[in-house]
């Protein structure tokens, strides 16, 4: 519809004159709280509650989202008047409303910020076309699938039964989790529930919406991605809101879609670093969706083939059930994970401990060939040589100009500078003065050069990048894929070899056993079981702690040791922490602004580059609220201010 105006002037609201207060489109702190305005009307009928308008604010017209109205209110001074309204349709839940609320004081972030985060900009031609009538209620699903899990079966008739269930969620080794999601949502839509299912990346989410239409039927869900384009996006998640769907699948955006009735949340592999929102307030969609189900009474389900620190706590905690299957069913369904660094090994081969391809490892991918099936190889890094170093000292080798890192993009590539493209066909160590390089890490392009000359008259495919492959035949193909780009074979790989631990083990972060773990159990999950000749190998180490979780295929137990010494280190999530960032007289300033709860640990600040520091912040779990409500109190002081802004971040996913 076309945006209709109103007077300008400012007066007294007469009584029961219409108020809306509404959430101004702003990004300053100290102006994060609702404002009311005047009805004038003309308008009285369009704007309603969740609607946009147009209101005049300190000279400006700004975007706004109406609240709720009101037929009072608490300003003593004059009111001005809704400038005009962009569109009667109610985009705004009251449901969205008190979530996103709740996710700003939670992530100290505003109100408006989240709102940005969830409703989609509007298309005026997708709002004039006809509502979609409502989709059936779908037929119960069969729980035969969830039968394995002890109490799943019981889990989908308390998701039925529109119950609170709650649970963190073991997949065995080859399991079609998409399938498992969709009777979940199943369960919930057939007895008139909603359902919200978010996954990490675009080939998960193409999964899982192939398995809703085959779980649901046609018309009953909708798949949320930012890949679908403006318009199709704000259809879709339209019909969402008016009511005609209430199954949506998305990635980490869909996690505010305003559902109906919202009866389950369920998230898939929370581990992954793509859950982690980069735009302020920075929410982790796991959290999120925690903080959702606990405000919507609406049943809970954290799945994957690895489990993290937080979601082991969410179990200790009580707040979810541990839903994992008894060690038979994991041992059938479980390839065979062999350690290149075991003592067996060791012993035939001397080799097994440095090589990076040790003879375990060829004689596993040789075997699997021969049988006709498919080897799954996954490197940490994508590229041919992405990090160089002298080849007689060991320095890493930087470009002269800029100081990046030398890559290599081939075997005859000269090094060029990974940030500034130049070449380093002259490079010269600083220290030694030695013109040779050798290779630091070697990448997925590399790995299949290499590959290629071992296995010869073998095809090798390469996923990464770029080029990730959605699928591979079940035939003897080498198949070079980095974490998260291991595209899934017919009939499961027959083998699966995960090269350079110490590349992954090695990284200065707090996650790094525990992402590790969710990189190997990711790729071994598509591995046929042992029964069928399955194999893993991982070259590393076999007595890491990690190596032998992975080994005895035990990622519940791995996340609980890793909490436990979280825990005793006072390290996340049984603590929590703020990030702040920025110039260090800012970061000072904000701090000297502001009432930190009395437990509180100041961690810094250290340099993160020449003009910038960052000052960690950590404080006991029943302190987080308090901590938050502070940060953003100052940050709404220096605002009034005017001061330049900086970076806060509430439970920061990296702390180094």
């Known amino acids: 519809m076309s945006a209709r105006r109103s007077p300008s002037t400012e007066r007294q609201p007469a009584p029961h004159q219409p108020i809306a207060r509404v959430c101004v489109d702003t990004p300053l702190p100290h102006l994060d709280t609702p404002f009311d305005y005047l009805v004038p009307a003309p308008l009285a009928d369009v704007v309603v509650p969740g609607s946009r308008v147009r209101v005049r604010f300190s000279g400006k017209l700004l975007d706004a989202f109406v609240l709720e109205r009101r037929d009072h209110t608490d300003h003593t001074g004059p009111l001005s008047y809704v400038d005009r309204s962009i569109s009667a349709e109610p985009v705004l839940s009251p449901e969205v409303a008190r979530l996103a609320r709740a996710v700003a004081d939670r992530w100290a972030g505003s109100l408006s910020d989240v709102l940005r985060l969830a409703i989609p900009s509007r298309h005026a031609r997708v709002e004039a076309e006809s509502a979609q009538p409502a989709a059936s209620a779908p037929a119960a699903p069969e729980a035969a699938g969830w039968s394995t899990y002890g109490a799943g079966v019981a889990l989908l008739r308390a998701i039925g039964r529109g119950q609170a269930a709650r649970a963190v969620w073991s997949a065995v080794p080859g399991e079609s989790w998409p399938t498992r999601l969709a009777e979940a949502a199943a369960a919930a839509a057939a007895a008139g529930w909603g359902a919200l299912l978010v996954v990490p990346d675009r080939r998960d989410l193409c999964r899982l919406d192939a398995a809703l239409a085959d779980v649901l039927g046609p018309g009953r869900h909708v798949a949320l991605a930012a890949g679908l384009g403006p318009a199709e996006r704000y259809r879709r998640w339209l019909a969402v809101r008016r009511g005609a769907v209430r199954v949506v699948a998305g990635t980490r955006g869909a996690g505010l879609a305003p559902v109906a009735d919202l009866g389950l949340v369920a998230i898939w592999d929370d581990g992954d670093d793509l859950h982690a929102e980069p735009r302020a307030p920075y929410p982790h969609a796991r959290d999120l969706l925690v903080l959702r189900a606990h405000l919507a009474g ?359």
Request: with cysteine; charged share 20%; aromatic share 4%.
């Open 298 to 656: 609406a049943a809970c389900i954290v799945g994957g083939f690895a489990r993290t620190a937080e979601a082991a706590q969410l179990v200790q905690t009580g707040w979810a059930q541990d839903l994992r299957a008894d060690r038979g069913s994991v041992r059938d369904a479980a390839p065979r994970v062999v350690a290149s660094g075991a003592d067996a090994e060791l012993g035939r081969d001397d080799a097994a401990r440095s090589a990076r391809l040790p003879s375990v490892a060829l004689r596993a991918a040789r075997a699997c060939l021969l049988a006709g099936a498919p080897v799954l190889v996954q490197v940490p890094r994508r590229g041919y040589l992405p990090a160089l170093a002298c080849a007689r000292c060991r320095t890493p080798a930087r470009c002269a100009t800029c100081s990046g890192t030398l890559a290599a993009s081939s075997g005859h590539a000269i090094p060029a500078c990974r940030w500034c493209g130049r070449p380093a066909g002259r490079w010269r160590c600083p220290v030694c003065e030695y013109d040779r390089l050798r290779s630091i890490v070697v990448g997925a392009a590399r790995t299949a050069d290499e590959l290629g000359r071992a296995f010869p008259g073998t095809t090798v495919r390469t996923s990464a990048g770029a080029t990730v492959l959605d699928a591979v035949a079940a035939r003897p193909d080498l198949v070079v894929a980095t974490p998260g780009a291991e595209p899934p074979a017919d009939g499961g790989y027959g083998a699966a070899l995960l090269l350079d631990g110490w590349a992954l083990l090695r990284r200065p972060d707090l996650r790094a056993a525990e992402e590790t773990l969710r990189r190997w159990s990711n790729a071994a999950a598509l591995v046929r079981p042992a029964t069928d000749g399955g194999t893993v190998v991982v070259v590393a180490d076999a007595q890491l702690a990690v190596v032998q979780a992975l080994v005895r295929w035990d990622p519940a137990g791995h996340a609980e040791r890793e909490l436990a010494e979280r825990a005793e280190l006072r390290f996340p999530p049984t603590t929590r922490m703020a990030s702040v960032t920025g110039p260090a007289t800012d970061v000072a300033d904000l701090i000297a602004v502001v009432h930190l709860p009395e437990q509180i640990e100041r961690l810094g600040p250290v340099p993160v580059d020449a003009s910038t520091e960052r000052l960690l912040l950590r404080v006991p779990r029943a302190d987080g609220a308090a901590l938050a409500a502070a940060l953003h109190a100052g940050a709404a002081v220096r605002s009034a201010r005017k001061a330049p802004p900086v970076r806060i971040q509430l439970d920061p996913l990296e702390i180094g």
